[in-house]
């Protein structure tokens, strides 16, 4: 029994792409505070918005890491997939039943 796997590693490319342009996007750092008085919740406000900023880090990091590993993943299947080309290239080619000369 054979189990046939296909990876689109192209796609896996693109997939790890789109994720790098996530982190992009959400790392961006925000505007800031409209000027105006301090209000008695500012400082409760400001706290919050450290503690996301903080976890946005957080989950920024761990999509580039899940991006670089899906990098990697393709690059090990291309690889794979090249080293069994070039083992099937050098089996004898068969004609009528016979191994080619």
Known sequence: MT???EVDA????A?????SATVALIS?????????????????AS????????RLRVLAEDITATARQATA????YD?????????????????HGRAAA
């Open 79 to 95: 690889d794979a997939d090249d080293r069994a080309a070039a083992r099937l290239r050098k089996v004898p080619q068969l004609t």
């Open 15 to 19: 997939w790890a792409t789109a994720l």
């Open 73 to 76: 993943a393709a690059d090990d």
């Open 47 to 54: 706290a919050v918005a450290d503690a996301a900023r903080l």
């Open 3 to 5: 189990s046939e796997l």
């Open 28 to 44: 961006a750092d925000p505007p800031p505070p409209p000027a105006g008085p301090t209000w008695s919740s500012t400082a409760a």
């Open 10 to 13: 192209a796609a896996v490319r």
